[in-house]
C-alpha cells in the first residue's frame, strides 16, 4: 500500500453539444492504517472538438482565499510579535 502519492487525473468524458468536455485535477493521497486525507485542486478543462483539443486553465478561487488568509495570518503574527517585543524592552 502506498501512503502518499500526488499526481493529475483526468475525469469522466462528457459530451455539450458539438464539444467533448474532461476536466483535469491534482489529487494529494495520504494514507495511514484506519484512515487517510485526500485533497483534490482543479487543474484546466479539455474542450476537444473536431479532433482539435484546446486546454483552458482553471483559476481555482477557493485555493487563491487560502493562500491569502495564510499570508494575512503570518503577517498578523509577525506583527504581534513586534509588538510584544517592543512592550517588552521598556
Known sequence: MQWFSIRRQTGTPQIAGFYTLTGESLVV???W?????VWNTPLAIHVQRRGHT???????????????????SIWIIVLCGQKRKEGSDE
Do not use: E, K
Open 29 to 31: 493521497r495520504v494514507r
Open 33 to 37: 492504517p484506519g484512515g487517510g486525507f
Open 54 to 72: 484546446a486546454i483552458h486553465r482553471v483559476l481555482d478561487m477557493t485555493r487563491l482565499a487560502q493562500f491569502g488568509l495564510a499570508i494575512a
